[in-house]
């Protein structure tokens, strides 16, 4: 791999009139110098100079060079430690070489090079260190004489980056990759070298070191998951979003048998929303899609799931609120679109739609608090909403979910729980909204719900008009009748 670097320094190079000794730097180097030591400095025709440098564990190497070569044939280049050969024929450039070793070549065809090279052996031990456990997201900006240590708990540390306009980041070259806890571990790369890689990028051991040496900042956001949270996917990746971004529009094809995986990370927002799942049928049996909570390497449920023959045309869109889901597929031929929030059309109900309601605790399941929950789906009819609530977790005292169906001048009916309860039943009630709202702030507070919206059929509504406060309850319909003639 061959890379180029171009950069601005306030550095003074000025050719010498003098006669320079341009013989060859004796190796291996182990020591700051340069060469010519007269500075910048032509060199003769059919010139060759190859110069080792041995790089202690620790140290990093900073050489900044001046060319003035225009001619093929005349170039000043530098080796690293994993054979990536950096061209440094830009006018100024520099290059840090991090390993056990570099290596320093230049060779001119004319008599027209002029070249110039420093370099300054660097201890970086004293570096501080930004510990982060796998499963984090975070941006690849570094703070100056720092540097970010990702450990699993259990076993390798697999990366992976994304940027929000998904192009391919050349500025990863600027990043180092170590091989173990801090920058005296085994040297892999730069981060851009690191990804490219034939298997799966990961460290050997429990941990993995990214740092910039050049504090310029790079366009990407990383991830790092346990390896064998992601290992056993036949493809995993990693896209960013931001408030601001169009929806997002995707495709995957899952071999048979094979699951592959995503994970959305939305840079500054807390509402995500699938917008359209089309599953194309493949004719090898069960296809599904699941989403759960937050990176693979969180072990969590899935909380949505959808296969082949669901309604899913009226399904969506489907809210999810939280900053980061994962989207496990299997053996499917999937094409989605995500969509970040607030998101207006998740409050529009129509006869046929179908979804799910869950509270943010649920999608984030690290978060220790969140705030009061309440949504409302509204409609232009007065239609049948039919709806059960899965499972409801009271945390505390107090707290507690209310479903409210009603319609406008009219009272409405509702359901409440205060105490933790499961399979709660369908219901239904005839409105022009339902609202649903929970209390719930702490981490160990959470609901799940599933609704549809139906025709009118009947006016004779089922319902709960009192408050659940046992953990074991049975279902007491009430049937109330509604003067739903005002509202056809």
């Not at 529009?249 to 995500?272: F, K, R």
Request: one cysteine or more; charged letters at 15%; glycine letters at 6%.
């Amino acid at each position: 791999m061959q890379l180029f670097f171009t950069f601005s320094f306030a550095f003074y190079f000025a050719f010498s009139s003098e006669a320079v000794d341009l013989s060859c730097p004796n190796s291996p180097v182990t020591s700051d110098g340069k060469f010519p030591s007269g500075g910048l400095t032509k060199f003769p025709a059919g010139y060759s100079c190859s110069v080792d440098f041995q790089i202690p564990k620790g140290k990093v190497v900073k050489f900044v060079t001046q060319a003035d070569a225009s001619s093929d044939g005349d170039q000043i280049s530098i080796r690293d430690a994993v054979s990536t050969v950096y061209e440094m024929g830009e006018p100024q450039s520099l290059m840090y070489a991090a390993g056990d070793k570099a290596n320093l070549l230049i060779i001119t065809k004319t008599s027209n090079a002029s070249f110039f090279v420093m370099w300054q052996y660097i201890d970086v031990t004293g570096y501080t260190k930004i510990q982060k456990p796998t499963g984090t997201i975070l941006p690849l900006n570094f703070t100056q004489g720092s540097y970010y240590q990702f450990t699993s708990s259990k076993n390798r540390v697999a990366l992976h980056t994304a940027t929000l306009d998904r192009i391919f980041d050349m500025s990863l070259s600027r990043v180092y990759v170590y091989d173990g806890e801090d920058l005296s571990s085994n040297f892999l790369g730069t981060l851009l070298h690191f990804l490219n890689t034939k298997n799966m990028s990961a460290s050997t051991g429990k941990s993995l070191t990214l740092v910039n040496f050049y504090g310029i900042p790079t366009l990407s956001y990383a991830i790092a998951n346990d390896y064998s949270a992601v290992s056993h996917y036949d493809k995993y990746s990693f896209f960013v979003l931001a408030s601001s971004s169009a929806e997002f529009l995707g495709g995957v094809v899952v071999p048979d048998m094979l699951e592959s995986a995503i994970t959305m990370y939305c840079i500054d927002c807390q509402e995500l929303y699938i917008t359209d799942l089309i599953l194309l049928d493949q004719r090898n049996g069960l296809q599904t899609v699941h989403f759960k909570p937050l990176s693979p390497t969180h072990v969590d449920n899935n909380l949505l799931i959808y296969k082949l023959g669901d309604p899913l045309p009226k399904s969506f869109p489907q809210q999810i609120l939280t900053n980061t889901f994962t989207m496990i597929m299997y053996q499917c031929d999937l094409h989605y679109s995500i969509a970040t929030g607030p998101l207006y059309t998740w409050s529009l109900g129509y006869s046929g739609r179908n979804g799910y309601i869950i509270s943010p605790s649920a999608w984030n399941p690290t978060t220790a608090l969140t705030t009061p929950f309440s949504t409302n789906i509204t409609t232009t009819d007065t239609v049948k909403f039919v709806f059960n609530l899965q499972s409801v977790v009271v945390d505390k005292p107090g707290d507690k979910i209310r479903i409210e169906v009603g319609s406008s001048g009219v009272k409405p009916v509702f359901v409440e729980f205060n105490t933790t309860a499961m399979n709660t039943g369908t219901k239904a009630a005839y409105g022009t909204y339902m609202t649903t709202s929970f209390t719930g702030t702490t981490v160990g507070a959470s609901f799940i719900m599933n609704f549809n919206i139906e025709d009118i059929a009947s006016t004779t509504v089922p319902v709960e008009t009192t408050t659940k406060s046992s953990n074991i309850w049975y279902t007491l319909s009430v049937f109330i009748f509604v003067a739903i003639f005002e509202f056809l």
